[in-house]
């Protein structure tokens, strides 16, 4: 079946440390989404890509950044630049402007 | 540029009871709506969707929305609310323009129903 998958579904984060969240799709999907989820406060888009090899800051992008080598993938590091990184992130992708997203099952990171 | 407004933070509503969630937008053009569901810890579940036609859009679950132009709405309904339905809702809009790949989302309202 085709879907996104995102690993792994809980990360422990030591202060100071990058990691590394990944995001994988075999929907053929263009664009892809990386968003982040705090209590009470919705989603909030970090990055995202519209095309392989290119890809835009979002609404918090300090502290993050993304890659786009393959149309398949869209890894999000968390630098240790984010000073307050323990959040829910969402990956997310999209064919068209019609079609929506297909969301992940999300990876929830934790600083320790 | 483009909004949702989600008004309520939290729907509490006895099981068997109807259910609206309610929703506006704004956006230069014409939309495109989404509602999507979200159970703990778990990513976001299409509902339904409105992109052309007929203003009453049926979807997964027993859930319905009903677009509205002239008040900009997107309201979520469903008949008879079950304890399952308990759960975070959103509701997205994207402007039809073209090169606009972005959905705006709302804040999500938690569904609370009442056995």
């Known amino acids: 079946d085709g879907g996104i998958t995102q690993s792994p579904k809980y990360l422990f984060r030591k202060e100071g440390q990058n990691v590394t969240l990944s995001c994988e799709q075999n929907?053929?999907?263009?664009?892809m989404y990386w968003y982040r989820q705090d209590p009470g406060q919705g989603l909030r888009l970090i990055y995202y890509s519209q095309i392989v090899n290119d890809f835009q800051k979002g609404d918090i992008a300090e502290g993050y950044s993304v890659s786009r080598e393959k149309k398949e993938s869209f890894p999000l590091t968390v630098t240790s630049a984010q000073k307050n990184p323990t959040a829910f992130y969402l990956c997310?992708?999209?064919?068209?402007?019609?079609?929506?997203?297909?969301f992940g099952s999300g990876t929830r990171l934790t600083v320790v | 540029a483009q909004s949702v407004a989600q008004p309520e933070d939290q729907v509490n509503v006895a099981e068997g009871n109807p259910l609206t969630v309610k929703c506006t937008y704004s956006v230069s053009g014409n939309p495109y709506l989404f509602w999507y569901v979200q159970y703990p810890n778990r990513g976001l579940q299409f509902l339904l969707k409105?992109?052309?036609?007929?203003?009453l859009v049926k979807g997964s679950y027993g859930f319905e929305a009903e677009f509205n132009k002239s008040q900009t709405s997107f309201h979520l309904k469903k008949p008879s609310a079950l304890v399952s339905d308990s759960a975070l809702y959103f509701c997205a809009v994207r402007d039809r323009s073209y090169g606009n790949n972005r959905l705006a989302f709302g804040k999500g309202n938690q569904v609370v129903v009442i056995p």
């Open positions: 929907l053929n999907h263009d664009a």
């Open positions: 409105y992109i052309t036609g007929d203003n």
């Open positions: 997310a992708s999209s064919q068209d402007r019609a079609y929506g997203y297909t």
